[in-house]
């Protein structure tokens, strides 16, 4: 069923579309006509990876920067070590509420999922009228470092807070993620960033018209000296072994990869991030079957351009890149493409079950119980 507030993203991109100003044909060196011409472009043509999203944020992150600057003042040289790693707000009350003690209720975490979905409504000035795909796709990154060998990385840690994590390809654009959620992080200064995250993707999913997607706290905060290597998370422009190896680090099997790749519906790809450009939908703000449709039913053929190899279909409004059609291509992939593109319920369930395992990656949780949260009309 589609929420109020999907629908109102999807009133919002129509209604975008159809003020758009028009465009010239396109020529081998300019973007889509569709997509916003980025303003940098200088440092993409390296970067191969799954792209986030572009475009500096009006809005958020600059009373995150005022308190983090006010704190280092306040605690001189390692100020700005404990805000950035959480731990500043066990030496600080917000709201008459010592974080240090405070232990969190269900009711309390609905208060932050019910808060991030208010900001959703508020702030419309991101791609396609929402933050929800990059809020998805920062919880995406943060736990699809894990190594199952190692029990490194995962969305326990947060590490993306520091460098060199914070800029790697894969990473480019996530802080305008990170930033939206800051304030939050401000009005609730006892979770931390590890959960943030992670409920955020929860709520950018479900108020996208995504499936309900169980969640538990436990996640801790960690230091710079727990950030992963460069390399952990796919790189759009290889094949099905690629695929494999990378999730096979994590511990997935093929129908699980196939679940995941199904977030594909959402978002778009920038020259200036990943260097790919362009959505795979029609609906990028909307979590549908519509990523497997198109695979299958679509011509997709090699765009002509001077960025990276991708595929574009024949309207030329829509993308795939070399890691998505892999996916019709291996026997044992498409046999999942064929039956989510039949079925959305099926990959409804598949996803959710599979989001809820990635986000739950080397976490060493207390609580058993996983709480669902209701979706903000």
């Not at 019709?328 to 079925?343: G, L, Q, S």
Request: aromatic fraction near 12%; charged fraction near 25%.
């Amino acid at each position: 069923m589609v929420t109020n507030q999907a629908a109102r993203l999807l009133l919002r991109a129509a209604a975008r579309a159809s003020h758009a100003t028009p465009k010239p044909a396109v020529r081998p060196s300019s973007t889509l006509a569709h997509v916003r011409v980025p303003r940098q472009q200088g440092r993409a043509g390296g970067r191969r990876h799954y792209s986030d999203a572009a475009g500096a944020p009006k809005s958020g992150g600059s009373k995150g920067l005022i308190f983090g600057a006010l704190a280092a003042a306040a605690l001189g040289g390692g100020g700005y070590y404990l805000y950035s790693t959480g731990q500043l707000a066990d030496f600080a009350g917000v709201a008459g509420v010592t974080a240090k003690d405070f232990v969190p209720t269900k009711e309390d975490y609905e208060k932050v999922y019910e808060e991030i979905a208010k900001r959703l409504v508020e702030f419309d000035d991101y791609d396609d009228g929402s933050y929800a795909p990059v809020l998805a796709r920062l919880a995406w990154h943060a736990s699809g470092t894990y190594d199952v060998e190692t029990k490194t990385g995962g969305s326990n840690g947060a590490t993306m807070r520091f460098q060199p994590e914070s800029d790697h390809g894969a990473n480019a654009g996530l802080k305008n993620a990170r930033d939206f959620l800051e304030p939050i992080k401000e009005k609730f200064p006892w979770i931390t960033y590890s959960d943030l995250w992670t409920l955020a993707g929860v709520c950018a999913f479900q108020q996208m018209g995504g499936p309900a997607i169980p969640w538990r706290p436990g996640r801790k905060d960690g230091d710079i000296g727990a950030c992963t290597p460069d390399g952990r998370l796919p790189d759009a422009s290889k094949d099905q072994k690629h695929l494999r190896a990378i999730f096979g680090r994590m511990g997935f099997n093929d129908q699980e990869i196939v679940a995941l790749s199904g977030a594909h519906a959402l978002g778009r790809c920038h020259t200036d991030r990943s260097g790919y450009d362009g959505p795979w939908t029609f609906s990028p703000t909307m979590l549908t079957n519509d990523y497997y449709k198109l695979l299958l039913n679509e011509k997709w053929n090699w765009r002509k351009w001077n960025g990276p190899a991708q595929f574009e279909d024949k309207s030329k409004a829509l993308m795939m890149l070399p890691t998505d059609m892999s996916l019709v291509k291996d026997r044992e992939f498409k046999k999942w493409v064929d039956k989510y593109a039949k079925d959305q319920d099926a990959f409804f369930k598949d996803f959710s079950d599979v989001i809820v395992k990635l986000f739950e990656l080397g976490v060493p949780f207390k609580q058993e119980e996983r709480w669902t949260f209701k979706v903000v009309e």
